[in-house]
Protein backbone atom coordinates (compact mmCIF):
# COMPACT_ATOMS: atom_id res chain seq x y z
CA UNK A 1 0.00 0.00 0.00
CA UNK A 2 1.90 3.26 -1.16
CA UNK A 3 1.12 6.70 0.39
CA UNK A 4 0.61 10.10 -1.69
CA UNK A 5 3.93 11.96 -0.65
CA UNK A 6 5.34 15.02 -2.64
CA UNK A 7 8.38 13.74 -0.79
CA UNK A 8 10.65 10.74 -2.58
CA UNK A 9 10.28 8.66 0.28
CA UNK A 10 12.54 5.27 0.79
CA UNK A 11 10.21 3.06 -0.36
CA UNK A 12 10.42 0.85 3.43
CA UNK A 13 8.70 4.34 4.45
CA UNK A 14 6.19 4.38 2.00
CA UNK A 15 5.05 1.19 1.64
CA UNK A 16 4.83 0.52 5.83
CA UNK A 17 1.30 0.60 6.49
CA UNK A 18 -0.48 -1.35 9.84
CA UNK A 19 -2.70 -3.74 8.69
CA UNK A 20 -4.99 -5.20 10.89
CA UNK A 21 -5.70 -8.47 9.11
CA UNK A 22 -2.52 -11.30 9.22
CA UNK A 23 -2.31 -14.76 7.07
CA UNK A 24 -3.15 -17.19 10.18
CA UNK A 25 -0.78 -19.75 8.37
CA UNK A 26 2.80 -18.33 8.48
CA UNK A 27 4.20 -18.70 11.57
CA UNK A 28 8.10 -16.47 11.71
CA UNK A 29 11.01 -18.54 13.13
CA UNK A 30 12.80 -17.43 15.98
CA UNK A 31 15.44 -15.80 13.69
CA UNK A 32 13.25 -13.49 11.74
CA UNK A 33 12.04 -12.05 15.33
CA UNK A 34 15.59 -11.79 16.89
CA UNK A 35 16.19 -9.73 13.94
CA UNK A 36 13.62 -7.50 14.39
CA UNK A 37 14.21 -7.25 17.43
CA UNK A 38 17.96 -6.49 17.30
CA UNK A 39 16.86 -3.56 14.83
CA UNK A 40 15.14 -2.20 17.70
CA UNK A 41 18.06 -2.35 20.00
CA UNK A 42 19.94 -0.45 17.49
CA UNK A 43 17.93 2.85 18.13
CA UNK A 44 19.71 6.03 19.22
CA UNK A 45 18.98 6.82 22.54
CA UNK A 46 19.70 9.73 24.98
CA UNK A 47 23.02 9.19 27.03
CA UNK A 48 22.78 5.58 25.39
CA UNK A 49 20.32 5.00 27.68
CA UNK A 50 18.70 2.33 25.63
CA UNK A 51 15.50 2.20 27.62
CA UNK A 52 13.05 0.11 25.66
CA UNK A 53 12.54 -2.86 27.03
CA UNK A 54 10.42 -5.63 25.02
CA UNK A 55 8.25 -8.94 25.93
CA UNK A 56 8.24 -10.90 22.70
CA UNK A 57 6.30 -14.40 21.49
CA UNK A 58 5.73 -15.98 18.47
CA UNK A 59 2.34 -17.49 18.12
CA UNK A 60 2.20 -20.85 20.59
CA UNK A 61 4.65 -19.49 22.89
CA UNK A 62 3.64 -18.31 26.59
CA UNK A 63 4.01 -14.76 26.12
CA UNK A 64 2.31 -14.82 23.14
CA UNK A 65 -0.50 -15.98 24.85
CA UNK A 66 0.06 -13.48 27.87
CA UNK A 67 0.11 -10.64 25.84
CA UNK A 68 -2.89 -11.78 23.57
CA UNK A 69 -4.91 -12.34 26.62
CA UNK A 70 -3.94 -8.32 27.83
CA UNK A 71 -5.92 -7.24 24.84
CA UNK A 72 -8.95 -5.69 24.96
CA UNK A 73 -11.42 -7.74 22.93
CA UNK A 74 -11.88 -5.83 19.99
CA UNK A 75 -8.05 -6.20 19.33
CA UNK A 76 -7.72 -9.25 20.31
CA UNK A 77 -10.73 -10.30 18.00
CA UNK A 78 -7.89 -9.89 14.83
CA UNK A 79 -4.30 -9.82 16.41
CA UNK A 80 -4.65 -13.44 17.22
CA UNK A 81 -3.74 -14.56 13.34
CA UNK A 82 -0.41 -12.24 13.78
CA UNK A 83 2.92 -14.66 13.76
CA UNK A 84 4.13 -12.22 16.82
CA UNK A 85 3.09 -9.79 19.17
CA UNK A 86 5.48 -7.66 20.68
CA UNK A 87 4.87 -5.41 23.90
CA UNK A 88 6.99 -2.28 23.71
CA UNK A 89 7.75 -0.73 27.14
CA UNK A 90 9.97 1.95 28.31
CA UNK A 91 12.11 2.20 31.47
CA UNK A 92 11.22 5.51 32.50
CA UNK A 93 13.86 5.87 35.22
CA UNK A 94 17.64 4.55 35.88
CA UNK A 95 18.09 2.64 38.45
CA UNK A 96 18.90 5.09 41.17
CA UNK A 97 15.44 6.80 40.16
CA UNK A 98 16.20 9.64 38.62
CA UNK A 99 13.63 9.92 35.72
CA UNK A 100 14.63 9.47 32.03
CA UNK A 101 13.25 12.51 30.13
CA UNK A 102 13.47 11.58 26.70
CA UNK A 103 12.74 7.28 27.66
CA UNK A 104 9.36 7.78 25.58
CA UNK A 105 10.57 9.39 22.83
CA UNK A 106 13.38 6.63 22.67
CA UNK A 107 11.16 3.86 22.90
CA UNK A 108 9.40 5.17 20.16
CA UNK A 109 12.40 5.48 17.76
CA UNK A 110 13.40 1.47 18.76
CA UNK A 111 9.47 0.97 17.79
CA UNK A 112 9.69 2.88 14.84
CA UNK A 113 13.56 0.83 14.08
CA UNK A 114 11.15 -2.61 14.75
CA UNK A 115 8.63 -1.59 12.26
CA UNK A 116 11.14 -0.63 9.15
CA UNK A 117 12.86 -3.68 10.12
CA UNK A 118 9.89 -6.04 9.65
CA UNK A 119 8.51 -4.02 6.59
CA UNK A 120 12.40 -4.78 4.78
CA UNK A 121 11.54 -8.68 5.59
CA UNK A 122 8.17 -8.94 4.37
CA UNK A 123 6.27 -8.37 7.20
CA UNK A 124 3.90 -5.84 8.27
CA UNK A 125 3.12 -4.27 11.94
CA UNK A 126 0.31 -3.12 13.90
CA UNK A 127 1.36 -1.48 17.33
CA UNK A 128 -1.89 -0.96 19.49
CA UNK A 129 -2.61 0.98 22.60
CA UNK A 130 -5.48 -1.27 23.13
CA UNK A 131 -4.31 -3.72 26.33
CA UNK A 132 -5.10 -3.60 29.77
CA UNK A 133 -2.08 -3.17 31.51
CA UNK A 134 -2.84 -4.60 34.91
CA UNK A 135 -3.43 -7.81 32.63
CA UNK A 136 0.01 -7.67 31.41
CA UNK A 137 2.58 -10.11 32.89
CA UNK A 138 4.47 -8.02 36.18
CA UNK A 139 7.27 -5.44 34.49
CA UNK A 140 9.78 -4.80 36.55
CA UNK A 141 9.85 -1.42 38.44
CA UNK A 142 10.11 1.78 36.14
CA UNK A 143 8.82 -0.14 33.34
CA UNK A 144 6.00 1.48 31.52
CA UNK A 145 4.20 -0.39 28.82
CA UNK A 146 3.35 1.40 26.06
CA UNK A 147 1.86 -0.73 22.93
CA UNK A 148 1.47 -4.29 21.96
CA UNK A 149 2.99 -4.35 18.39
CA UNK A 150 1.27 -6.95 15.99
CA UNK A 151 3.80 -8.95 13.61
CA UNK A 152 2.97 -10.96 10.43
CA UNK A 153 2.20 -11.46 6.92
CA UNK A 154 -0.63 -9.11 5.58
CA UNK A 155 -3.59 -11.45 4.67
CA UNK A 156 -4.45 -11.02 0.70
CA UNK A 157 -7.43 -9.13 0.64
CA UNK A 158 -9.50 -11.22 -1.34
CA UNK A 159 -9.42 -13.35 1.75
CA UNK A 160 -10.39 -11.06 4.30
CA UNK A 161 -13.81 -12.05 5.57
CA UNK A 162 -16.72 -9.74 5.14
CA UNK A 163 -16.96 -9.99 9.40
CA UNK A 164 -13.32 -9.07 9.68
CA UNK A 165 -12.41 -6.28 11.80
CA UNK A 166 -10.03 -4.99 8.77
CA UNK A 167 -12.75 -4.59 6.42
CA UNK A 168 -13.78 -1.22 8.57
CA UNK A 169 -10.36 0.69 8.33
CA UNK A 170 -10.79 3.81 6.59
CA UNK A 171 -8.22 4.06 3.94
CA UNK A 172 -4.51 5.11 4.65
CA UNK A 173 -4.16 8.75 5.27
CA UNK A 174 -2.24 11.31 7.07
CA UNK A 175 -2.43 14.99 7.57
CA UNK A 176 -1.03 17.44 5.26
CA UNK A 177 2.80 18.46 6.13
CA UNK A 178 1.67 21.98 6.77
CA UNK A 179 -0.65 21.03 9.23
CA UNK A 180 1.59 19.36 11.42
CA UNK A 181 4.41 22.77 11.66
CA UNK A 182 4.98 24.54 14.28
CA UNK A 183 5.23 28.46 14.42
CA UNK A 184 7.43 30.29 16.09
CA UNK A 185 5.72 33.60 16.20
Not at 6 to 12: F, G, K
Not at 94 to 119: C, E, F, I, N
Not at 155 to 168: G, K, Q, V, W
Amino acid sequence: METESRAALHPILAQRWSPRAFDPTVQIDAEQLDTILEAARWAPSASNTQPWRFLAGRRGERAYEALAAALKPTNRLWARDASALVLVAAETAGPDGVPRRWALYDTGQAAAHLSAQAHSMGLAVRQMGGFIPAALPPLPDRVVPLAVAALGVPLEPARIPDDHPATRLAPRARRPLAELLLDCE
